[in-house]
């Protein structure tokens, strides 16, 4: 009866956007968005409704960064909020530079959003310090 769904954690979600970050590559996490993909931020008024509208948005931002030489860093980490237990720290530039948390949601096998939050800080969360994908350049 009908194709069988994979599920997919939230925290299986959130390595799959980590590993994104670290190798400033989409393909894989546009693989797993639902076409009704949310993405939001409290530090942006407007929410990104649709897995099309994400991807147009993150492409660009994902060759900017490779173009800065600009690390980003996301660490998984445990912070129980808004429904969600595990999420993201993210920090810029450095580890220590922390800039947010991500929670992630899922529906039928697919991510169906992914929230940037500044509350709760970033600081307030448990690290792991297992950032999915990230890989050391050795200089």
């Known amino acids: 009866m009908g194709k069988e769904i994979s599920q997919i954690t939230e925290k299986e ?4 956007y980590a590993r994104m970050l670290h ?26 409704n ?8 993150i492409r660009p931002k994902l060759e900017t960064i490779k173009k800065t030489k600009s690390s980003v860093y996301a660490e998984l980490g445990v912070c129980p909020a808004y429904g969600h ?12 530079n922390l800039l947010g948390v991500a929670f992630a949601s899922v529906h039928e096998g697919k991510i169906s959003g992914i929230s940037l939050c500044i509350v709760p800080t970033p600081d307030s969360v448990i690290r792991s310090g297992i950032y999915p994908g990230f890989q050391e350049i050795e200089s």
Request: proline share 0%.
């Open 13 to 16: 979600a959130l390595s799959i």
């Open 23 to 48: 190798t400033l590559d989409s393909s894989e996490f546009e693989s797993f968005l639902a076409e009704d993909f949310s993405y939001s931020s409290q530090k942006v008024l407007t929410d990104m």
């Open 85 to 96: 237990t595990d999420c993201l720290i993210l920090a810029q530039g450095d580890k220590s």
């Open 50 to 57: 649709s897995r099309d509208e994400f991807i147009e948005y």
